[in-house]
């Protein structure tokens, strides 16, 4: 309920003063030199209070983007599978506006932030960025409700190229195999490349993975938390699965423990920090234009040019739908083509 008090300065200005009173909320006050004013301001902060929409309006005008990464980082960082891109980005936008207030945090300026990305990221990458600020801003709005609604909901996504298809040569397999063998620095690179490479399986499924998930007796892996939510198996032959036996001999008692945990001492919980020493295993087999997901893609290049069939990539890449593994289709087709011919060979008796 709101109350209206006239009152008076020494000198004998008027003004009036508001206290609004609302049951389970703390009080507001506010003075104004009209009464109009004053009862302009009661009625439309009382429905406002009641409505839950006040005290959103009044953090979001005291808090920064700053204050808001603190807790996401603590409350929700922890629980992703491989938090350090996502950290990336939001050091990217703190750097960028971490002291603008959110109620000053629009969609005019995440669009001129955005631009600014472009000039050195891709639209695929700038939009990655608008969609790390999007579950920030969904956090505060949601968790914390200090904002009303999120300002990146509004952005329409840059348009994309089609999916990459960017994998490994001969020659270019053969010099990251290298480099990772003499990364004495980082010795889990050799294991955690070779997995990739064979089995396709996500960065974040690696870095993850547990000792109890890994069957060396039936040369399998089973990952239990996969991106889609999905349990897969996943086969651990030839090159990866040497690798990782060698790799075992270091590990501990503990079959819970992560495969391949953080350097940080006192930090084995937290998965391996991968991009400093994917940087230099990259640099030292000489491979540009080459991220680490391209792994995954030669995975299924391989695959496709040795025969296995969209289906097949699917339920080996983890993938729900074909959709995914359509870039690969030209491969798979390639593959018909000679089988269909050298059935017509053997058929028709061809050269």
């Given at each position: 309920?709101?109350?209206?008090?006239?009152?008076?300065?020494?000198?004998?200005?008027?003004?009036?003063?508001?206290?609004?009173?609302?049951?389970?909320?703390?009080?507001?006050?506010?003075?104004?030199?009209?009464?109009?004013?004053?009862?302009?301001?009661?009625?439309?902060?009382?429905?406002?209070?009641?409505?839950?929409?006040?005290?959103?309006?009044?953090?979001?005008?005291?808090?920064?983007?700053?204050?808001?990464?603190?807790?996401?980082?603590?409350?929700?960082?922890?629980?992703?599978?491989?938090?350090?891109?996502?950290?990336?980005?939001?050091?990217?936008?703190?750097?960028?506006?971490?002291?603008?207030?959110?109620?000053?945090?629009?969609?005019?300026?995440?669009?001129?932030?955005?631009?600014?990305?472009?000039?050195?990221?891709?639209?695929?990458?700038?939009?990655?960025?608008?969609?790390?600020?999007?579950?920030?801003?969904?956090?505060?709005?949601?968790?914390?409700?200090?904002?009303?609604?999120?300002?990146?909901?509004?952005?329409?996504?840059?348009?994309?190229?089609?999916?990459?298809?960017?994998?490994?040569?001969?020659?270019?397999?053969?010099?990251?195999?290298?480099?990772?063998?003499?990364?004495?620095?980082?010795?889990?690179?050799?294991?955690?490349?070779?997995?990739?490479?064979?089995?396709?399986?996500?960065?974040?499924?690696?870095?993850?993975?547990?000792?109890?998930?890994?069957?060396?007796?039936?040369?399998?892996?089973?990952?239990?938390?996969?991106?889609?939510?999905?349990?897969?198996?996943?086969?651990?032959?030839?090159?990866?699965?040497?690798?990782?036996?060698?790799?075992?001999?270091?590990?501990?008692?503990?079959?819970?423990?992560?495969?391949?945990?953080?350097?940080?001492?006192?930090?084995?919980?937290?998965?391996?920090?991968?991009?400093?020493?994917?940087?230099?295993?990259?640099?030292?087999?000489?491979?540009?234009?080459?991220?680490?997901?391209?792994?995954r893609h030669t995975a299924a290049s391989y695959l496709a040019m040795?025969?296995?069939?969209?289906?097949?990539?699917?339920?080996?890449?983890?993938?729900?739908?074909?959709?995914?593994?359509?870039?690969?289709?030209?491969?798979?087709?390639?593959?018909?083509?000679?089988?269909?011919?050298?059935?017509?060979?053997?058929?028709?008796?061809?050269?």
């Amino acid at each position: 309920m709101a109350v209206i008090e006239q009152r008076y300065s020494k000198s004998g200005a008027t003004s009036w003063r508001v206290k609004i009173r609302v049951k389970g909320c703390k009080s507001e006050s506010a003075s104004f030199k009209r009464r109009t004013d004053a009862k302009r301001w009661a009625t439309k902060t009382e429905a406002s209070i009641l409505d839950g929409k006040y005290f959103k309006h009044t953090q979001s005008k005291r808090l920064t983007l700053s204050d808001a990464i603190r807790p996401y980082s603590d409350e929700i960082l922890g629980q992703l599978k491989d938090p350090f891109t996502r950290l990336q980005h939001l050091n990217y936008w703190e750097k960028e506006i971490g002291a603008v207030l959110l109620a000053d945090i629009q969609t005019p300026l995440i669009i001129d932030c955005r631009a600014n990305l472009k000039h050195t990221h891709s639209n695929s990458t700038a939009n990655r960025y608008v969609a790390t600020l999007s579950a920030l801003l969904s956090f505060v709005t949601k968790n914390r409700q200090w904002l009303e609604s999120n300002p990146c909901l509004l952005i329409k996504k840059l348009k994309e190229p089609k999916g990459r298809t960017r994998f490994l040569s001969s020659q270019e397999r053969n010099n990251l195999i290298n480099a990772c063998k003499n990364c004495t620095k980082y010795p889990e690179m050799q294991p955690i490349t070779l997995l990739a490479i064979t089995t396709g399986m996500r960065r974040g499924e690696i870095l993850n993975l547990r000792w109890k998930d890994i069957s060396f007796k039936t040369q399998r892996i089973i990952l239990w938390n996969t991106k889609n939510d999905d349990t897969r198996a996943v086969p651990l032959v030839g090159p990866a699965f040497q690798a990782l036996q060698a790799w075992s001999k270091i590990r501990p008692i503990n079959n819970d423990a992560l495969v391949f945990p953080s350097r940080v001492e006192g930090n084995s919980s937290n998965v391996f920090h991968l991009d400093h020493a994917w940087r230099l295993v990259k640099r030292d087999a000489g491979l540009t234009d080459f991220r680490f997901h391209d792994l995954r893609h030669t995975a299924a290049s391989y695959l496709a040019m040795n025969g296995a069939g969209l289906r097949e990539l699917a339920d080996i890449l983890g993938h729900k739908t074909l959709a995914m593994v359509m870039r690969y289709s030209h491969i798979t087709h390639d593959h018909k083509h000679q089988t269909v011919s050298r059935m017509t060979d053997a058929v028709f008796g061809g050269k």
